[in-house]
């Protein structure tokens, strides 16, 4: 079975992706995230990404809502711009998820 990250989206991120104009999808850069994206060393270190070939988006939390799998190309971590390297905090970076073909599409 192939290794695939699942994630909730709003219905404007959702049919953006499905058009094909959204081709980037991004996360905050917390606990949370670091340990579903990230592989980690017995420090708790960030040491390389998980190898996830798919992402399953839903719109929303509806038992009928809207799916569709896309190919996850890379993972990496990014930085808002305009920040000075002194003043770089955890909430100035994000991840980004990049996006591939669409593969299945239900209930769209």
């Known amino acids: 079975m192939k290794k695939q990250l699942y994630l909730v989206l709003q219905k404007q991120w959702f049919n953006e992706i499905l058009a094909g104009t959204k081709t980037e999808e991004y996360r905050n850069f917390t606990d949370h ?20 070939e798919t992402v399953k988006f839903q719109m929303g939390y509806n038992k009928d809502a809207p799916q ?11 930085q808002d711009d305009g920040v000075e390297e002194k003043d770089l905090k955890p909430e100035h970076f994000f991840f980004v998820i990049v996006l591939g073909k669409i593969l299945e599409r239900k209930n769209c």
């Open 33 to 52: 995230f670091i340990n579903r994206l990230c592989i980690l060393d017995e420090k708790e270190e960030i040491i390389g990404f998980k190898d996830y």
């Open 68 to 78: 569709m799998i896309v190919e996850c190309k890379k993972i990496y971590i990014a």
